[in-house]
């Protein structure tokens, strides 16, 4: 599945509101961890993806999920490669 950069960097943006972001220390304030700890728990247990879901229409989340999943892979592989801004 391709996405558009703009769809990624939406996601990205919601992400990092969701986490509470903070870019200096790469921490999730709202989970208390790590980003790439947070994103983790979002791709494993599936309550936290959901929560993250739960701001989109019931009828979109379906279809968004696996949108979301990519976009959290593709951060985490940025973590991975020391490039997270």
């Known amino acids: 599945m391709n996405l558009p950069e703009y769809k990624i960097k939406s996601y990205l943006r919601s992400l990092k509101a969701?986490?509470?972001?903070?870019a200096d220390d790469k921490w999730a304030t709202e989970f208390n961890l790590?980003?790439?700890?947070?994103l983790g728990l979002m791709?494993?247990?599936?309550?936290?993806l959901e929560h993250?879901?739960?701001?989109?229409?019931?009828?979109?989340r379906k279809h968004r999920e696996p949108e979301v999943k990519k976009v959290i892979c593709l951060w985490l592989c940025e973590f991975a490669v020391g490039?997270?801004?």
């Not at 969701?18 to 903070?22: A, K, P, Q, S």
């Open 43 to 48: 791709l494993s247990t599936e309550s936290y």
């Open 34 to 38: 790590s980003v790439p700890d947070a």
């Open 18 to 22: 969701f986490l509470g972001y903070r």
């Open 83 to 85: 490039e997270s801004k």
């Open 52 to 60: 993250f879901l739960s701001r989109y229409p019931l009828r979109e």
